[in-house]
């Protein structure tokens, strides 16, 4: 399967703050989604995009697809923004079938 | 709201018991689901590929004689633990893919098993 990787694995924030969340992997795409999931687990969907950029608010994604990465932003934390954030990737083999990063876990704290 | 919806939220069950969970695509026919396992703190593993009217095909590494999936309509897929033990505790999701929302996939809410 494709491998995907994350970083950072840990963010800690002051409100208010930006960051910078990446999510890299090996093989092409066609399917790329970040997800944001809440304390009791729950898996929200923040964008699909397999390449270029959208934005939702304090939130915008990035994906090169030819270089193999995504970024996601947020802008102007608020602790209601902690939980994990993870990015899912599918093949072309396959663009239902997702695979993982490992997620990164952000703190933002008042 | 949820386009994906999954039943039980939480579950405990004894051990050498079974226990099943759903997966409903609420507003649109899901052809394929897909079902994934997380362990605390680690990431989503995928379990599964459910096929309506179909088998089932598994990853590598996992029991399909211990978590049997059944996917008899396109709105509907169920996930049973067998002879649940303490190890299989883990936290139980699924996802489908909606044709009417171009490629975008929605994930159920979870189901938190724990095996006493």
């Known amino acids: 399967g494709i491998q995907v990787e994350q970083s950072p694995p840990d963010l800690i924030l002051q409100e208010g703050a930006n960051s910078t969340l990446r999510c890299n992997f090996s093989d092409s795409v066609n399917n790329l989604q970040w997800f944001h999931q809440n304390p009791w687990g729950q898996l929200i969907n923040l964008f699909y995009i397999p390449s270029g950029t959208k934005q939702n608010g304090r939130l915008s994604a990035t994906t090169v697809a030819t270089e193999r990465y995504s970024l996601l932003y947020i802008s102007s934390s608020q602790t209601t923004d902690s939980g994990v954030y993870f990015c899912a990737v599918a093949g072309k083999d396959n663009f239902n079938k997702f695979y993982f990063g490992s997620g990164t876990k952000l703190n933002v704290k008042p | 709201g949820a386009v994906v919806s999954q039943h039980p939220s939480w579950v405990i069950c004894k051990s050498g018991t079974s226990v099943k969970i759903e997966c409903r695509s609420l507003?649109?026919?899901?052809?394929?689901m897909f079902w994934y396992r997380q362990f605390p703190k680690q990431s989503l593993m995928l379990m599964a590929t459910s096929n309506e009217g179909s088998k089932a095909t598994y990853e590598q590494g996992v029991e399909k004689d211990k978590f049997l999936i059944n996917h008899a309509s396109l709105t509907l897929s169920t996930l049973t633990v067998t002879s649940a033990h303490p190890e299989d505790s883990s936290f139980y999701i699924c996802?489908?893919?909606?044709?009417?929302?171009?490629?975008?996939?929605?994930f159920g809410e979870g189901s938190w098993l724990t095996v006493v």
């Open positions: 507003d649109f026919q899901a052809t394929t």
């Open positions: 996802s489908a893919r909606d044709p009417g929302r171009g490629n975008t996939i929605y």
